[in-house]
């Protein structure tokens, strides 16, 4: 099974809403990955968790915070977003070691808008 | 810095052609990673081929082939017997060796299959 899924696949969210995105994984994967993409952009690495600790963090602001429950589970918390956050928010995992460790394996997405 | 260059923004190719998109990168490394992944409009983003530095040979993997050229850098995509499922957004990637998290997407080429 080399499958990452996410929940919901579409979200719709006000300014002052709070809401969460779910990402799961049961690959045996000990990394797991939120992006940000814009429309036809690369995606935008904003966190990184290593053995459910948080190992990477590019300066992604607060109202953005993540969470590792489990291995098999990422969660994003969403609180207090702006119209500009409105993307594609993409989850993927890996392994962490091994000479083909880290190729990453992404879910299809979620579809945020901001309004 | 690492940094990946894609100097197509957009490409066509006839259904049953051969396609050849451009990737070239700048790096300092000795072990890096290199990688293709295509992205269509389902938004689902999957790897299609990878590359060691180390290895001299190209990678292979069935209508999709790469030309690595270490010491110019470049990393070159063919895709050979163009089907219209390969229409997709298409990403070169980077990454450094050892334990390393971070993928260095390049901007991306947006591949168009014409019947």
């Known amino acids: 099974d080399t499958e990452v899924t996410q929940t919901p696949k579409h979200l719709v969210m006000g300014m002052t809403n709070k809401k969460s995105l779910k990402c799961e994984q049961h690959?045996?994967?000990?990394?797991m990955y939120w992006y940000k993409q814009k429309a036809k952009k690369p995606p935008e690495l904003m966190f990184v968790y290593s053995y459910e600790k948080l190992s990477i963090n590019e300066s992604v602001p607060s109202r953005f915070s993540p969470e590792c429950p489990n291995s098999s589970l990422l969660n994003l918390h969403l609180h207090a977003l702006q119209p500009e956050d409105s993307a594609l928010y993409l989850c993927a995992s890996s392994q962490a070691w091994g000479i083909y460790g880290y190729e990453q394996y992404f879910g299809p997405g979620t579809r945020l808008t901001v309004t | 810095a690492q940094t990946v260059t894609q100097s197509q923004p957009e490409m066509s190719v006839q259904e049953a052609e051969t396609v050849t998109l451009s990737c070239t990168y700048d790096?300092?490394?000795?072990?890096?990673?290199l990688f293709w992944y295509k992205q269509p409009p389902s938004r689902q983003m999957i790897l299609v081929i990878r590359q060691e530095a180390y290895k001299q040979q190209n990678a292979t993997e069935n209508r999709f082939s790469v030309n690595f050229q270490k010491a110019a850098k470049s990393f070159s995509l063919k895709i050979s017997d163009s089907q219209l499922g390969d229409a997709a957004m298409y990403f070169c990637?980077?990454?450094?060796?050892?334990?390393?998290?971070?993928?260095?997407f390049g901007k991306g080429t947006l591949l168009t299959v014409n019947p």
């Open positions: 690959m045996g994967h000990r990394a």
């Open positions: 990637a980077y990454r450094k060796g050892g334990s390393n998290y971070k993928l260095t």
């Open positions: 790096t300092s490394e000795s072990d890096y990673y």
